[in-house]
């Protein structure tokens, strides 16, 4: 059963997609005088508490940008630490999410991911495929403008093979079904954890009229009340979307 929101504070803007940032999970760790890898098995304990909170205040979509394609460049250990996390949280939870209706998604490459992290990254989503009270999007292998290319070579490749007759017929809302998250809508909250202020190659037309929250807690840090002072951010800001209001 879904939680009921706090009463400390009411969400009454409309906000259907959270992206997150997971960051700062190294530096966490160093700080404790723990090996970089430690972060990242604390920062799968959090997902699981902020997608609880996501759903107190019916927030149905949640994108969380676990392993970009930029972060092969990091050490063989810390990413073969990485992916034991990942796999080790899809076990422990995918029955609690199948439970409750979410459906997981997986947007980025997986054709790079090693063998066993892929299979029991596409055995959740396979099983969890015809839920659609809730979504948890993980970005693996994710790069934003590597989305964007794959989009435009899907849709080139069907302008050449016939399948797609007219290329006037692509536009804003028909490219985006091209993209990994095809059926979602556009990023409303954008939140990076541990001070750093860029969106890394996340999510880059998804967020193109997303609120940024930048926060300086690290991620494995990040509780209820730090995603709930990020709504109160994103609830006093005036959405404007290229036009005026309220001036």
Sequence with gaps: MKKKASSEFALTKKCDHVAFI???????????????????????????????????????????????????????DEIDHLMDY??????????????????????????????????????AVSRT?????????????????????????????????????DLSAINESTFSEYLYTSGMPDVDLMIRTSGEERLSNFLLYQNAYAEFVFTPVKWPDFRRSDLIDCLKTFQDRNRRYGGLKNE
């Design 22 to 76: 997971m960051d700062g999970n190294g530096r966490w760790a160093k700080l404790r005088g723990l090996p970089r890898f430690y972060g990242h098995h604390e920062a799968c304990k959090r997902i699981i508490e902020i997608f609880e909170t996501c759903r107190e205040f019916n927030i149905k979509y949640m994108s969380f940008y676990a392993f970009s394609t930029e972060n092969w460049n990091r050490p063989q």
């Design 129 to 165: 495929q015809g839920n659609s009270n809730w979504v948890i999007n993980v970005c693996l292998n994710y790069g934003g403008r590597d989305d964007i290319v794959r989009a435009c070579k899907k849709i080139a490749a069907e302008y050449k093979e016939g399948a797609l007759a």
């Design 86 to 123: 990942l796999e080790e949280f899809f076990r422990k939870e995918i029955g609690y999410l199948d439970s409750i209706g979410t459906q997981i998604r997986i947007s980025g490459d997986l054709s790079r991911i090693r063998p066993q992290t892929r299979e029991v990254c596409l055995n």
